[in-house]
């Protein structure tokens, strides 16, 4: 019997070579290669700058501050997610309106979403869930038709796109594309995770990356996320290290959610090799494919003339199959040594959620797609010959 694990780091020595030289260098809180990891982010995403912090949910609560979105303000966001994408709206205090799935799919119904669109919506939250993009080309039509309903504050962001903003979720999705375009280039602004399950990792962090605006300066864009996300201090150590450069100020009582060096090492030595890693995810993938057809189950494509996904996750649904069957298979796996999970839990299911007032009775095409999801493992530590037992105990499982 094998041991197949869910999701462990793919850790080499390139990446435990670029700790160790940040270790030895003495900067081991955020400094040169944090800075040449932004450089390389952007570069990869298409965009002129990137903003590493310490989470993904950081960049996308930073995202909501900088734009002026808060009390009285309404961001929609899919119901079927994990919480990162819905409590930074809580934490910034405007009101959380969550759409259901498509029905048979994941991915939110984008009829109800035009639906929800009101005067006090500022914000739309995609997420790229699996690491497949989402349309955005439906989800920008839809904002430029509900063009006539935004009222902007006084911040200059919402001013100068004037409509609803496309914040997306990307952290399953770095590496992706939507139509030739790296996600990361496609929304106003994309918000990565680079935990320590995700492709590329940091072991705890992430990135921010947003499209040009017309009359907005990236340069002080990017000096806005370094402010909230040290202190409001106007100056990093970085700066400060040079000669009679002490001085500084506090420009606002913000946060604390820089990112370090010695996680920007580990990421530096991903970035390094991640079109092999990607390269590898998708070998897998399309072995999951061909070993599982013609089983009662459904799965996700990934890859498509318009979509390109970074191979996060591979989902299957057990056909016809309820949540007690769903998780007698999961058990059946892990007898077998396969690490299974599931991906996700609806948000309206979660204690936290219900008692902001969302009951999954509304979300109907979300448990749909819960009640009989399951994750098999996907990461670039697994051999062909794990694919083939994984395979295997999922045919097993499923007499």
């Given at each position: 019997m094998r041991n197949v694990l869910f999701s462990p780091p793919d850790?080499?020595?390139?990446?435990?070579?670029?700790?160790?030289?940040?270790?030895?260098?003495?900067?081991?809180?955020?400094?040169?290669?944090?800075?040449?990891?932004?450089?390389?982010?952007?570069?990869?995403?298409?965009?002129?700058?990137?903003?590493?912090?310490?989470?993904?949910?950081?960049?996308?609560?930073?995202?909501?501050?900088?734009?002026?979105?808060?009390?009285?303000?309404?961001?929609?966001?899919?119901?079927?997610?994990?919480?990162?994408?819905?409590?930074?709206?809580?934490h910034v205090g405007a009101k959380l309106v969550m759409i259901d799935c498509e029905h048979g799919k994941f991915t939110m119904d984008y009829s109800q979403l035009e639906a929800a669109i009101t005067e006090r919506t500022k914000a739309i939250v995609p997420v790229d869930l699996f690491g497949i993009p989402?349309?955005?080309?439906?989800?920008?039509?839809?904002?430029?038709?509900?063009?006539?309903l935004f009222q902007p504050s006084e911040n200059p962001i919402q001013k100068a796109l004037s409509r609803v903003i496309v914040m997306a979720d990307g952290a399953h999705s770095f590496g992706a594309s939507y139509k030739k375009s790296p996600i990361g280039s496609v929304a106003d602004f994309t918000n990565f995770s680079f935990h320590a399950v995700k492709n590329l990792t940091t072991a705890e962090g992430g990135a921010v990356t947003w499209k040009d605006i017309e009359g907005i300066d990236n340069d002080e864009l990017y000096h806005q996320y370094m402010l909230f996300s040290l202190?409001?201090?106007?100056?990093?150590?970085?700066?400060?290290?040079?000669?009679?450069?002490?001085?500084?100020?506090?420009v606002g009582p913000w946060y604390k959610c820089n990112m370090t060096d010695v996680c920007a090492g580990i990421g530096l030595g991903q970035i390094k090799r991640y079109d092999e890693i990607l390269s590898r995810r998708r070998e897998i993938i399309d072995r999951y494919n061909k070993g599982l057809m013609g089983l009662p189950i459904t799965v996700l494509t990934?890859?498509?003339?318009?979509?390109?996904?970074?191979?996060?996750?591979?989902?299957?649904?057990?056909?016809?199959?309820?949540?007690?069957?769903?998780?007698?298979?999961?058990?059946?796996?892990?007898?077998?040594g396969v690490a299974t999970n599931?991906?996700?839990?609806?948000?309206?299911?979660?204690?936290?959620?219900?008692?902001?007032?969302?009951?999954?009775?509304?979300?109907?095409?979300?448990?749909?797609?819960?009640?009989?999801?399951?994750?098999?493992?996907l990461h670039t530590c697994l051999s062909d010959e794990d694919v083939d037992y994984v395979v295997e105990c999922v045919k097993k499982c499923l007499k």
């Open positions: 850790i080499t020595a390139a990446e435990i070579n670029e700790v160790v030289e940040a270790l030895k260098s003495g900067w081991i809180t955020t400094g040169p290669k944090t800075k040449k990891l932004e450089r390389l982010v952007a570069e990869r995403c298409h965009t002129s700058k990137a903003a590493c912090l310490n989470s993904n949910t950081a960049c996308a609560e930073i995202t909501l501050r900088i734009v002026g979105i808060g009390a009285g303000d309404e961001v929609i966001v899919p119901a079927y997610t994990y919480t990162a994408t819905a409590s930074v709206v809580e989402c349309d955005y080309d439906k989800i920008f039509d839809i904002v430029e038709r509900k063009k006539n202190h409001g201090q106007s100056k990093d150590a970085l700066a400060k290290t040079k000669l009679g450069a002490w001085e500084y100020d506090i990934h890859y498509t003339s318009d979509v390109i996904s970074s191979g996060h996750l591979y989902i299957i649904n057990l056909n016809d199959k309820n949540v007690e069957q769903r998780d007698k298979f999961i058990e059946k796996m892990a007898e077998l599931v991906h996700y839990k609806p948000l309206p299911m979660h204690t936290g959620y219900k008692k902001l007032g969302f009951k999954i009775e509304d979300y109907s095409n979300a448990y749909e797609q819960f009640k009989n999801v399951v994750t098999l493992p």
